[in-house]
């Protein structure tokens, strides 16, 4: 790839380029580039420019501004030590104490560049190549995960993915469910990990799956790590009842991507003390300091809790409105005679649609969907880690996602339903 | 380290804790910690807050926050390319283009979370373990170098750092010129790096010199890597003339923190296509995007130009005047008995003082500065790389911070200036 120059066995994977999130990117990209208007974009995983919370960053930022003191220019203008700024790690904290019981202070959290970057620090922390000359990795208890994981493995491919039941839970609907019979979390596990909401299904683990997986990774002496960019305190875009879980063997991830504010790149990671100490000292090296702005945004906003009435209020109502609607829309459009099931619809920002029998790959029908002008994400690619063995289920889903207007999400799915139609020759 | 919990030998590398930059800034986070007004802080590299460039920072959020389309939202709600902001790097490369004739596009350009992360993803990149077993290092021409660098190799140690000719200029003074004589580029050489203006020392090499180092490096088949943070045609803080060096074999990396936006984490690599595709591919893996606050901010300073008034007309010619103050100061309060030697100041924000012959380490000395409540640091951390024989110089700097106000530099001046007296028993 490079101009004459050698990569790096570190840089060949990683900035070799041909990943399969970067193919996704470039697609979406270049999708996005050739026109807004021509593309029915059910693709990205960019939340909704909700007005209401717009409103709320344009306020926080003209006070900013208007503050008699250097709030302004010190956000701008200041390197923050590395853990992230102490106000935002005392009002983060305090949150979670409040709203949780947890007992949790600042030197339980570490502020990183999104959650994308936190991942990449805890899994690269935790597992690849050992110093004592093992190699250890991470166990994803539920396949499908996501996709942004896939690649982060610094010197070797990081993950074991576990299959999951397949519950049917009513007519065309479904639900994935840990398989506990097949978990085992051997010498060779660094971790487990999994997102909930689940990107890219929807799923809400259950709280008895969380504490039964939180009991086996104390067992086992790994941490778990959840990953909880869709879920409470914030942004609640999580449609049933659920416990948010940590403990002292648990690795939290929280994001503001998902609130409105992704473009500030701004995560923090709830761990035990010498977790937290590990990332802290990791983003000094890697960064020197994260960027300020997500956390001079909101650091009132976890004093004053008005974080919890936004995600309550009107962040979590709009995106169940929008589940609600992508549901109704796929239910009268997917034709009846295919053998079609949509995920359980509990949290994030996608449907999770299974064309069981599918005949052709979800990467073909994908390829089918772009030419007609509608983008989604195929399904083979959050499968990564199940191992060789031939497993159909893996290339018949599609990621669908529904934070765009009403308009785009009926088009879609109609040319969606079109497809799937002729694809299995119905 | 971990709770129980092993570390991988990244993590141990990287997450361990204990890196020299981690100690140093743990000492200046506990002295900022402990009251701004009792300590005399001379160690950071903390950009000053010039009045008048807080001022465009301010006016340029109040025409993001007022204008009628959707630029601010978009700032903050929706994920940038990996790349960076196709506005920005357009505007990036058409003020290169304008300002000094390269041949530059955006496809030469990647944004960066910072200058650290973009040294963290070149040298890894290209430098470490190498696909067929070998080892490559980067070399560089003149230590002492960055401190920042130094902890940068994910698996190794990465670096070779040759002893510089020590030239006299005058009385107490002195300039580092790079020993071609000594510089082999050998097949285990991956890229050879500098800082211009050097941190710590603020040299400037002379066009000379890096023209010779860029032949050097295209005959040896390796990038030169030259770290722009100080210089043209942002923010130069550069007190000389001196020529901005690019072409097909160079990699420069521009930032907008010393320009006075540490808080945005925002820099930009430009450098052949490949190894610009390159970054943007790591930045992918590694944090999804980059934050876009810092480009939002400065987009339309790079269309007008406005950017190099600024740097010319207000930040260059203020670190002038404290650069000039501050070897006022030296020579005022430092004992004309002892043996000490400045380094030229043309550019950055430190003074770089030798003290030849000092009895104890430069470590021991910051050591009794910082009990009497003075910060600088100790120019040992900056030799990294030197091998293992003996050089006494490595043990006799100092770096010293002239951005603060005078005052601080007096008082700090004076309390070094007795403690060498002191260390030299006069």
Redesign the interface.
């Known amino acids: 790839?490079?101009?004459?120059?050698?990569?790096?066995?570190?840089?060949?994977r990683?900035?070799?380029?041909g990943?399969s999130?970067?193919l996704l990117?470039h697609d979406l990209?270049e999708a996005l580039g050739s026109g807004r208007d021509t593309i029915l974009m059910l693709g990205?995983?960019?939340?909704a420019?909700i007005p209401e919370v717009?409103e709320v960053?344009?306020r926080r930022?003209?006070e900013l501004?208007d503050d008699e003191g250097?709030t302004?220019?010190?956000?701008?203008?200041?390197?923050?030590?590395?853990r992230g700024s102490p106000a935002f790690l005392e009002a983060m904290a305090g949150l979670l104490r409040r709203e949780f019981g947890w007992e949790v202070t600042p030197d339980n959290l570490a502020v990183t560049?999104?959650g994308?970057?936190a991942f990449?620090?805890l899994f690269?922390?935790?597992?690849?190549?050992?110093?004592d000359g093992s190699r250890?990795k991470v166990l994803l208890p539920m396949a499908p995960e996501y996709i942004?994981y896939c690649?982060?493995g610094?010197?070797m491919p990081l993950f074991e993915a576990k299959r999951p039941r397949i519950e049917h839970t009513g007519p065309h609907r479904f639900k994935y469910r840990v398989d506990f019979d097949s978990l085992d979390i051997g010498p060779d596990v660094?971790?487990v990990c999994a997102s909930r909401p689940t990107n890219p299904t929807g799923n809400v683990m259950t709280d008895d799956e969380v504490r039964r997986l939180a009991k086996r990774c104390r067992e086992a002496?790994?941490?778990l790590v959840l990953d909880n960019a869709y879920g409470t305190p914030f942004p609640q875009i999580i449609f049933r009842e659920a416990t948010p879980y940590w403990d002292?063997?648990t690795i939290l991830t929280l994001s503001l991507s998902k609130l409105?504010?992704?473009?500030?790149?701004t995560a923090v990671v709830v761990a035990?003390?010498?977790?937290a100490?590990?990332?802290q000292?990791?983003t000094?090296?890697?960064?020197?300091?994260?960027?300020?702005?997500?956390q001079a945004?909101i650091t009132p906003l976890l004093e004053s809790g008005e974080i919890i009435r936004l995600s309550r209020e009107v962040i979590q109502p709009f995106y169940k409105k929008k589940a609600a609607h992508a549901l109704k829309v796929a239910a009268a459009t997917l034709p009846d005679n295919i053998d079609y099931h949509l995920h359980e619809s509990e949290g994030a920002l996608f449907l999770w649609l299974w064309l069981r029998g599918l005949p052709i790959s979800s990467r073909e029908f994908y390829e089918r969907l772009k030419a007609r002008g509608v983008l989604v994400l195929p399904g083979e690619f959050f499968f990564y880690g199940v191992g060789e063995e031939d497993w159909p289920h893996s290339r018949e889903c599609l990621r669908i996602s529904f934070s765009m207007d009403r308009e785009t999400v009926e088009r879609g799915f109609e040319i969606i339903a079109d497809e799937a139609a002729k694809a299995f020759g119905r």
Chains 1, 2 share one sequence.
């Open positions: 790839m490079s101009a004459g120059f050698p990569l790096s066995t570190i840089g060949t990683i900035g070799g380029g990943t999130i970067e990117m990209g990205g995983g960019n939340p420019a717009i960053w344009r930022m003209q501004l250097a302004f220019s010190r956000m701008l203008g200041d390197y923050d030590p590395p560049a999104g994308q970057t990449f620090l690269n922390l935790l597992a690849g190549d050992m110093p250890r942004g690649d982060l610094l010197t660094a971790l002496g790994v941490p002292d063997n409105g504010l992704p473009g500030t790149r035990p003390p010498e977790i100490r590990s990332i000292a990791m000094s090296i890697t960064g020197l300091a994260n960027n300020n702005v997500g945004i």
